[in-house]
């Protein structure tokens, strides 16, 4: 069982724990042999973390099934010589590094990007935390949810009774911890381009904090430029447009909700023609003068009375039927089950030792003519022994040293 081809051949050396073990796990299911380091009894925190666990309130959590999958684990003790010598020589013949950590993690171990090029001219380091390696808060402690609020992305209020899943209140789910690692391949994978084509390797850093910044241009890059842009002209005076009715979440006589994506011509034209209410066609949705707001307020009252009419299902082939834009708004569990979701080959099974057959969502990435199956998460260390053999070339004697080195595990500092 394998990830896709595309990075056969490319070997990375990953020091990663958390959010950051996402971007190893990106190249890992593209085909990329990814060589994890972990120390302490536990190896990386992840492997423990989220809400639920599989089998047993100790078992393994999701996003270490999901970001952790497909690799190889070796244990090694990165603040001993012997451990600090065995990384250089795997590095020797890889071709990046992830430094998933407090920014400037490797350089205060002494094996930072100088070292690392000092053994291997062509490599590629690629530093991922959550402050970055300057700044004034480059040695603060951080995490997933922290980059979205320095950023003015998550909005938190005041709960009237405790959060249920240690969401502090906030009403909005994390971005650029989920974001942090698909930004964090892509400088890495360009880095990799530059090297093999001038045999100079480099350094590139990617912030949670500095993606959750650039996450929203219409945010950020607007703020920036307030004193020489203009709000544009169709803007109602609660902030909406007046074509807002057309874009909207309605309920269905199921109790459900579909997303009204028509505010597009065409697709409205389309929609009233379908239900038969073209009386509403020649209601103006583009003028912004005092009656706009209650055009517009007629017409998502209208939009509510329709679709109420008629079950989710039955909008949904409704919309495909007459070439309108929507779709279901859908659960977690609603969209496993969605006809769509289900026709794409989405998932695929894998057999845990010990709990049975377990089923996981593909890449986003389709590679055709490949079927996505990568190989559980390792066992901390398991690859160890034979890592440093093959990658590293260790006889059987530096082989027992590098690992007696790492017995007495000593937990790694956390990630930032």
Not at 128 to 146: A, I, K, Q, W
Not at 201 to 228: K, Q, T
Not at 336 to 346: E, G, S, Y
Request: glycine residues 12%; charged residues 20%.
């Amino acid at each position: 069982m394998s990830g896709y081809s595309l990075l056969d051949g490319v070997r990375i050396l990953e020091v990663a724990q958390l959010a950051p073990s996402s971007l190893g796990g990106h190249l890992a299911d593209l085909g990329a042999d990814v060589i994890k380091v972990e120390s302490g009894p536990l190896g990386d925190p992840v492997r423990i973390g989220g809400s639920r666990a599989v089998g047993g309130e100790d078992g393994p959590a999701f996003m270490h099934l999901r970001w952790n999958r497909g690799k190889r684990s070796v244990a090694l003790d990165l603040r001993t010589p012997v451990g600090k010598q065995a990384f250089l020589d795997l590095a020797r013949s890889c071709d990046a590094v992830i430094e998933g950590m407090r920014g400037g993690y490797l350089d205060w171990l002494g094996i930072g990007y100088e070292q690392l090029r000092q053994v291997n001219p062509k490599i590629v380091l690629c530093t991922v935390s959550g402050m970055g390696t300057d700044g004034p808060y480059r040695v603060l402690g951080t995490g997933g949810p922290v980059f979205d609020a320095y950023a003015g992305l998550r909005e938190v209020g005041t709960p009237a009774e405790p959060p249920t899943e240690g969401m502090a209140g906030s009403t909005t789910p994390p971005i650029a911890m989920y974001a942090l690692g698909a930004y964090g391949a892509m400088g890495l994978l360009a880095a990799l381009h530059k090297a093999g084509a001038t045999g100079t390797g480099c350094h590139v850093e990617v912030a949670g904090i500095d993606v959750a910044a650039a996450w929203m241009p219409d945010l950020v890059d607007a703020e920036l430029n307030r004193d020489r842009s203009i709000p544009r002209p169709t803007w109602l005076p609660d902030g909406r447009l007046p074509d807002w009715p057309r874009l909207e979440a309605y309920r269905t006589s199921d109790g459900e909700a579909i997303l009204f994506g028509s505010h597009v011509e065409k697709f409205w034209h389309n929609f009233l023609v379908a239900v038969g209410r073209q009386d509403l066609i020649d209601v103006d949705l583009t003028g912004t003068d005092d009656g706009a707001p209650a055009r517009a307020d007629l017409v998502w009252r209208a939009l509510t009375e329709i679709f109420a009419q008629r079950t989710r299902a039955e909008w949904v082939q409704l919309f495909l039927e007459h070439g309108i834009a929507g779709g279901p708004v859908n659960s977690v569990a609603d969209m496993l089950d969605d006809p769509h979701f289900r026709a794409r080959d989405n998932t695929y099974r894998v057999d845990y030792p010990g709990v049975g057959e377990l089923e996981f969502v593909v890449s986003p990435v389709r590679v055709a003519g490949e079927k996505f199956a990568p190989a559980l998460p390792p066992v901390v260390g398991a690859d160890t022994a034979e890592v440093l053999r093959t990658v590293a070339r260790y006889d059987t004697t530096r082989v027992a040293a590098a690992t007696d080195s790492a017995s007495p595990r000593r937990e790694a500092p956390p990630a930032g």
